[in-house]
């Protein structure tokens, strides 16, 4: 393409992206300083509409950007305005404030933040807890055949599972459990408790294998579970004020999180950005969702997913989800550090 018909289809996709409406040739020429004639401008306009990147409504001569326009304008078109000092400041500031006493919190607490930056919907995946290794397991008795069963990670993530089972257990049980459980299970990757691996473990308790199997159980459920990936949504309010969705659209994107982040998972490194109109499963066709991921040694450990309409100032908003993965990122590792420099004065 020339550079003066992507000059227009550039025009196109901002003036849309400012106000939502059409826009038409005369508007083009004010923004382009006059310095192309209207005729041409409306020849260059049917030229993107038959090569698929523009289209017209039926109640007027102005263009919309498709989503092939809007993928061109993404991809080869725009410039991403760098964040300023002051912003990337600002966010620098806002993190310094975000409690991260474990990798969850501080992901969860990433995006409510990203969130009010952005006035989008946030929807961050979280496969962090596929690092951890188990620092403890313990069972306290609450009631009759009652036991809470405690399952605490090297990021300092804690599980709870109430136990009920069909006899109470004596004081020996309960010791010889936990110590035959914290022997042979700390230290061990919680991808790692596979079902033989329990197994082996059970067999190994002998004579209170019956007895003790349950919790043993229990203990590898709590691990399947911190190890599935964890979707969150936040900032739906900030969908309520978008004139782009009606209150069905918000509800159906609401509902369907889980599969938003199963689009997400592409995103292995930089930006990835899907559109509705072109995937059945993000159903809602005038939205837009810009993904980014964020790593935990050197390793993928989620995304965070911008929702918002199909007419979101692109430029704006992939360098604010830039900076905030690199920031997660950062302070995941800082974790990290701390966790493995503290381990090493405990065994000291």
């Known amino acids: 393409m020339e550079n003066r018909t992507l000059k227009i289809l550039e025009t196109i996709v901002d003036e849309y992206i400012r106000t939502g409406e059409a826009v038409g040739s005369k508007l083009i020429a004010e923004k382009l300083n006059n310095t192309v004639s209207s005729a041409t401008i409306r020849n260059e306009m049917a030229a993107l509409e038959q090569q698929g990147f523009l289209e017209h409504t039926h109640t007027s001569s102005g263009r919309l950007p498709t989503v092939m326009g809007l993928r061109l304008y ?26 991260a006493d474990t990798d969850d919190r501080l992901i969860e607490n990433a995006g409510r933040a990203l969130a009010d930056l952005t006035k989008c919907a946030i929807v961050s995946t979280n496969t962090v807890n596929k690092f951890s290794v188990i620092t403890k397991v313990d069972v306290i008795p609450t009631g009759r055949r009652m036991y809470v069963l405690l399952l605490i990670t090297s990021e300092g993530n804690i599980k709870n599972r109430i136990c009920r089972l069909s006899f109470d257990l004596t004081h020996e049980q309960m010791e010889y459990f936990t110590e035959f459980v914290n022997e ?55 969908l309520l004020t978008c004139p782009d969705f009606s209150a069905a659209q918000i509800a159906h994107i609401m509902e369907r999180k889980a599969e938003l982040s199963r689009l997400m998972d592409d995103c292995l490194s930089g930006i990835v950005i899907k559109f509705g109109k072109d995937t059945d499963t993000f159903a809602v066709t005038n939205s837009s969702l810009i993904a980014s991921s964020f790593s935990k040694g050197g390793r993928k450990a989620g995304s965070f997913g911008v929702i918002g ?40």
Do not use: C, W
């Open 74 to 99: 993404i991809e080869k078109i725009m410039s991403p305005q760098e964040l300023s000092e002051d912003e990337r400041s600002e966010i620098d500031r806002i993190f310094s404030k975000i409690e």
């Open 184 to 238: 042979h299970l700390r230290g061990v990757n919680l991808e790692e408790l596979s079902d033989e691996y329990i197994d082996n473990i059970a067999k190994a308790m002998g004579t209170y294998m019956m007895s003790l199997s349950p919790l043993l159980k229990a203990v590898a459920d709590l691990s399947a579970e911190m190890t599935e990936q964890q979707v969150d949504m936040t900032g739906e309010k900030n």
């Open 309 to 348: 309409p199909v007419r979101l100032d692109y430029k704006k908003i992939i360098p604010y989800i830039e900076y905030f993965s690199q920031k997660v990122t950062e302070a995941l590792d800082e974790r990290e550090g701390e966790i493995k420099d503290k381990e090493a004065d405990d065994f000291e």
